[in-house]
């Protein structure tokens, strides 16, 4: 077996009695003087493996040892200690700080030979297993990844056949994605929102943004789709969309409990209309009783809304869109969303535009 070996001894002469014992048997081997010489090599080609005298001036083999163990790039290196001494105390320490082993001098060539070899195979055979248990990690999360990247794209084309009844909506599925992901983004600098905002909340949220309107499957097309104003009644069957569903979702996190993509999509779905005042539905919510996900989707929501022409409307511009929504800070959004709103307007104004 080949193998790139530093031997450490402060004595010339050890130096040349254990390169010859290990040069017999064709390893690679880089005599060092010194702790600090033997530190700098495994810092330019870390070695295979590490022949460490125990008794040296300046730094000991001890020392060489903690200093290379505290190193991410030669933590892994065995170190196999070597001196004169025999006493217990020396063996248990040798073991204690990283050592995987231990010979005595003077040398027995067929011992160290052995030692060498045994732990040169171990070194490559926990090398192997590393790479093929990287390997096998990597498998496992592009399989994952793919199956998680089908199931979002089965869940976003059932929200998007249910949004298709709706003929005027266009991409707006796609287009409250991104424009909650801007949000998100924005408020995740603040002091105010950091704990509560994370990379996972992001990803939650842009993925269970296009279920807000889903229980609107449910509600019939005389009422989705009427072009004047509902009457009491019909509103009142409209708003039913919140809590349908959310209950649909619901019977799917009954099965996935711990699923925060789910709860997520729950928590917009049944609160996107509520508003801060605590005059929206279908619970009358107000200030942070609301979730967060759908303080975020209902300003998102209006902001699409106004923007796209509708059955019932034409489509309102960026500027008068942002005017009505400003209007509405501390009534209907969350005043510290509306600032991050519009810290991002101009993003939401490119994207709505490149994506009507």
């Not at 408020?187 to 105010?192: A, F, P, S």
């Not at 609160?271 to 919510?285: A, I, M, Q, T, V």
Request: proline residues 4%; aromatic residues 8%.
């Amino acid at each position: 077996m080949n193998g790139d070996i530093i031997i450490v001894d402060d004595e010339p002469a050890n130096l040349q009695i254990l390169t010859e014992i290990l040069k017999e048997k064709g390893y690679k081997v880089r005599p060092a003087t010194s702790g600090k010489q033997a530190l700098q090599g495994a810092g330019l080609i870390p070695p295979d493996l590490i022949l460490l005298d125990i008794n040296m001036p300046e730094l000991s083999g001890f020392d060489v040892c903690t200093i290379l163990k505290h190193d991410e790039k030669l933590k892994e290196i065995p170190v196999i200690f070597i001196s004169a001494l025999s006493e217990t105390i020396d063996k248990v320490k040798a073991f204690a700080i990283g050592g995987v082993d231990y010979v005595t001098k003077p040398f027995n060539n067929e011992e160290v030979q052995a030692r060498v070899e045994t732990h040169l195979k171990l070194y490559h055979f926990q090398t192997e297993l590393e790479k093929y248990n990287k390997k096998l990690e990597d498998l496992v999360q592009a399989q994952v990844k793919e199956i998680s990247e089908s199931q979002m794209a089965t869940i976003f084309a059932l929200a998007k056949l249910a949004e298709s009844r709706d003929d005027d909506t266009g991409k707006h599925l796609e287009r409250v994605q991104i424009l909650c992901r801007f949000i998100c983004d924005q408020l995740m600098k603040k002091k105010d929102f950091k704990m509560w905002i994370d990379k996972y909340f992001v990803n939650d949220m842009f993925h269970a943004s296009p279920l807000h309107d889903i229980g609107k499957v449910a509600i019939p097309d005389r009422i989705l789709l009427k072009p004047g104003r509902h009457t009491p009644e019909e509103f009142e069957i409209m708003k039913t969309h919140t809590t349908l569903g959310a209950e649909t979702l619901r019977q799917v996190r009954k099965k996935f409990s711990h699923n925060s993509f789910i709860n997520t999509g729950v928590e917009i779905a049944n609160f996107h209309h509520e508003r801060w005042d605590g005059k929206g539905y279908p619970e009358k919510l107000s200030g942070e009783k609301i979730p967060l996900c759908a303080r975020i989707m209902t300003i998102v929501d209006v902001y699409d809304a106004l923007r796209a022409k509708r059955c019932y409307k034409e489509p309102f511009s960026h500027e008068e869109s942002c005017d009505i929504i400003i209007k509405e800070s501390g009534k209907q959004f969350d005043p510290r969303i509306i600032e991050a709103f519009m810290e991002v307007q101009d993003d939401f104004r490119k994207t709505f535009n490149k994506m009507v």
